[in-house]
Nanobody, 124 residues
């Protein structure tokens, strides 16, 4: 069993920055990927970024490339999503998820564990 707890959301003006954290506990994370997804009202949950825990390989949605950076601290068992140059369309509840698929997945279905979500609101 894996428990995930997100933090770091909030209200920011367009062009600003936020850093989200995802603290993992429950078991070793070595064989997992950590993904960040977001869900705006009335929309489906969409992939934002993911990191392969062991190798640190990263993957991004086109909409956030060059603005968001995903990372992980293996010693702290915590993942991060640094979000820069935020836009109003980035407004959503952000979730971190853990997946044990061999290859990193951009599909929520492949993530067995989820955090409770953290709200990010970007004002124009």
């Amino acid at each position: 069993q894996v428990q995930l707890v997100e933090s770091g959301g909030g209200l920011v003006q367009a062009g600003g920055s936020l850093r989200l954290s995802c603290a993992a506990s429950g078991r070793t994370f070595n064989n997992y990927s950590l993904g960040w997804f977001r869900q705006a009202p009335g929309k489906e949950r969409e992939f934002v970024a993911a990191v392969k825990w062991n190798t640190g390989d990263t993957y991004y949605a086109d909409s956030v490339k060059g603005r968001f950076t995903i990372s992980r601290d293996k010693a702290k068992n915590t993942g991060y999503l640094q979000m820069n140059n935020l836009k109003p369309q980035d407004t959503a509840v952000y979730y971190c998820g853990a997946s044990r698929t061999t290859v990193v997945s951009t599909t929520p279905f492949h993530y067995a564990y989820w955090g409770q979500g953290t709200q990010v609101t970007v004002s124009s």
